[in-house]
């Protein structure tokens, strides 16, 4: 069997943050189907578990735990439990986050609160999940790959304030692990999604669930992207099973954006 025709990811051991929903839902999927060994983790375990009833109905090979990625013991105990499963880590999928909690919040509205939350799980849990995956990829040695999902909001002026600020910082922390890696064989990229109206992330931030799903939502936020299309999670399950594959071997320290050509504009 050639590399091309092989699973892009057969064998491999992954953890997939935030799988219960939205991108994580959709690249935990993915993986298993590329023949990816998937630990969902997510902060709600009854959808982290119907993400593996997917995978297992499919015929893939997963295991559910909870996990707060702000919380480093959390974040340790996903890794140990990945190793403990599969032997290994091969593939961190830093994924999970949190949106702006007031949707048009300036920065001004936003309390210590909001300021502590987001910062916790968007910049925090990219810190924690890099942190021990490194840790994990030395001890074991072989490299390994980190992928974080970043933002259009970390690159523009786009999206709640303090929001953007920490999936900047996730950007530049992704470049920094990328290139304090890669003597060791460690990759680090990061997507950067633009909005995704049918996603359980948008209702979190305070849109109505009705407007999440509707048409003239989705057609709205297509019109903000050049290919007039919105953006969708299996859009970004795609760019991250290429992004963690030895396919993009020799690619690390970029921020790729899946947005239907926004930031290019």
Known sequence: MSVASRP?????SAIVTGAGSG????????FAEEGAKVVCADIRLDL???????IEKAGGTATAVAADVSKEDDV???IAAAVDRFGRLDILFNNAGIPTPRLGAKLEDHTAEDFERL???NFGGIFFGSKHAVIQFKKQGGGGVILNTGS???LVAWGGSVYGATKGAVHQLTRAVAIEGAPFGIRANAIGPAGMPATNFMAAGGLPADAVASEKTTQQVAASHP?????TAEDCAEAAVFLVSDRALNITGVIV??????VAR
């Open 8 to 12: 892009a990811l057969d064998g491999k």
């Open 23 to 30: 991108v994580g839902a959709a690249s935990a999927l993915r």
């Open 48 to 54: 982290a578990e119907e993400t593996v009833r997917r």
């Open 76 to 78: 340790i105990a996903m």
């Open 119 to 121: 910062v916790g799980v």
């Open 152 to 154: 259009v909001a970390g």
């Open 227 to 231: 290919l007039g299309r919105a953006i």
């Open 257 to 262: 954006p899946v947005d239907g050509g926004y």
